[in-house]
């Protein structure tokens, strides 16, 4: 399932117009998202990426 993101500024609440736009996302499958715009990552990109848990990276003052 694709992920939208939408930042919302407090006291302004989403038109109808952009409410249906979510709900049609939603309703989407990730068969339905166009990525010819989109290069296709090599191997070696794909080679270079490591997965990253932020939480565990985070030093707490104590």
């Known amino acids: 399932m694709a992920m ?6 407090r006291g302004q609440p989403l038109t109808e117009e952009q409410k ?3 709900e049609a996302l ?3 499958s990730d068969d339905d998202i166009d990525y010819s715009d989109i290069p ?3 191997d070696e990109q794909l080679s270079k ?4 848990n ?3 990276d985070k ?3 104590s």
């Open 54 to 56: 932020p939480r565990r």
């Open 49 to 52: 990426f490591k997965r990253v």
């Open 40 to 42: 296709q990552l090599t």
């Open 20 to 22: 249906a736009e979510i």
């Open 59 to 61: 030093k707490v003052a």
């Open 26 to 28: 939603k309703q989407m």
């Open 4 to 9: 939208v993101t939408y930042i919302l500024r």
